[in-house]
């Protein structure tokens, strides 16, 4: 199991950028796939981004594609969401997940971790 905690979040203007972080815990974390999801008021959780174990493969959302990237500093322990663009469509609550998996998700049933959640506001 892996403890994680976001950073990063906060209020932007509209064609801003934000770089959100996540802060995991344990020794074994790079053997983790890590994601990023999101959930605005009233809406269903969202697949932002995921990244398998070593950086090498990534995946967006539509919604996100072009304008976010997601990393990882293995090192560090910490994963990273760099949003540019931002977009009066791109307020919610985002959060990080992790599981433990030689492949790399794209849905929230897939990871067993999650981090408590990070704020972003967009003012237009």
């Known amino acids: 199991q892996v403890e994680l905690v976001e950073s990063g979040g906060g209020l932007v203007q509209a064609g801003g950028s934000l770089r959100l972080s996540c802060a995991a815990s344990?020794?074994?974390?790079?053997?983790?796939?890590l994601g990023w999801f999101r959930q605005g008021p009233g809406k269903e959780r969202e697949f932002v981004a995921s990244?398998?174990?070593?950086?090498?493969?990534?995946y967006y959302g539509d919604s996100v594609k072009g304008r976010f990237t997601i990393s990882r500093d293995n090192a560090k322990n910490t994963m990273y969401l760099q949003m540019n663009s931002l977009k009066p469509e791109d307020p919610a609550i985002y959060y990080c997940?992790?599981?433990?998996?030689?492949?790399?998700?794209?849905?929230?049933?897939?990871?067993?971790?999650w981090g408590q959640g990070t704020q972003v506001t967009v003012s237009s």
């Open positions: 997940a992790a599981q433990s998996t030689g492949w790399v998700p794209r849905t929230a049933a897939d990871f067993g971790s």
């Open positions: 344990g020794r074994t974390f790079s053997l983790y796939s």
């Open positions: 990244i398998s174990w070593s950086g090498g493969t990534t």
